[in-house]
């Protein structure tokens, strides 16, 4: 992360992408879950932190992409699971007016953005009725 090359330091997607990472591990190795679960979510702390910082553009889905890693942990989580769910509700709920419009374009290719409302729209009823199951109030 200190590469001489590139300040990845300010660059969120890569924390997103370690975040993953401990995710796979918690999944695959049982026996550490717990801080997986832990090292992940300080992971996607600091790429919400840096969201937070920076100018969104039109194109930027980092709160999808946080939203859904957080509603993995609370499927994994035994204890933290009620707040673990609730983070990411609010970082999908956060999202869905952050995307205008009804096209977007870049490099020659337009992509309707309706099909990603509709899939950040599916994660959010998720988290919400994974979090009515664990018997957690929702909001």
């Known amino acids: 992360m200190k590469s001489p090359n590139r300040d990845t330091s300010r660059d969120g997607f890569l924390y997103q992408q370690i ?23 300080l ?16 194109d930027d889905i980092s709160l999808f992409g946080i939203g859904g ?3 993995l942990l609370g499927d994994m989580s035994g204890k933290d699971k009620c707040r673990l769910y609730e983070i990411g509700r609010q970082a999908l709920e956060r999202q869905l007016p952050l995307i205008k419009g009804d096209s977007y374009t870049a490099y020659g290719k ?15 009823e998720a988290v919400n009725k994974k979090s009515a199951s664990a018997s957690c109030q929702v909001h």
């Open 69 to 71: 890693a957080y509603e």
């Open 19 to 41: 975040a993953m990472i401990y995710i796979v591990k918690a999944y695959k190795k049982p026996k550490s879950k717990d801080d997986s679960i832990r090292q992940s979510e």
């Open 110 to 124: 337009t992509v309707p953005l309706e099909p990603l409302r509709a899939e950040i729209r599916k994660h959010l």
């Open 43 to 58: 992971d996607l702390i600091e790429a919400q932190r840096l969201f937070d910082q920076q100018q969104v553009g039109d």
